[in-house]
């Protein structure tokens, strides 16, 4: 069964490539975080670098909603900046071997 934050088609724009080193206090691989569909494709399309705004254009809801899904997964993940969610989803793909 594949990680829960296994997005596969997470891309980290190539100018934040070294940017993605994993902060220590970032939750550890072992655990289970588990994100909602809903949760998982903007994770996915924030990591491939759109803007709430683009997203909601691309899901058709309100870049409001995308903000108030934002917070949650922040907060299931306990970071506050996109980059760390990249870095999370990176090192999850990592984690399961997910390359898309």
Request: net charge positive; with cysteine; aromatic share 4%.
């Amino acid at each position: 069964m594949a990680h829960p934050l296994a997005l596969r088609s997470a891309a980290l724009p190539p100018q934040l490539m070294d940017r993605a080193a994993v902060p220590h206090d970032l939750p550890a691989p072992e655990c289970a975080i588990h994100l909602s569909h809903r949760e998982e494709e903007i994770a996915r399309l924030t990591v491939q670098g759109f803007s709430n705004k683009e997203i909601g254009q691309r899901l058709r809801i309100s870049h409001w909603t995308v903000a108030t899904h934002l917070r949650r997964i922040f907060t299931k993940l306990e970071i506050t900046r996109r980059i760390e969610l990249c870095a999370v989803v990176l090192a999850a793909d990592g984690r399961t071997g997910s390359r898309d």
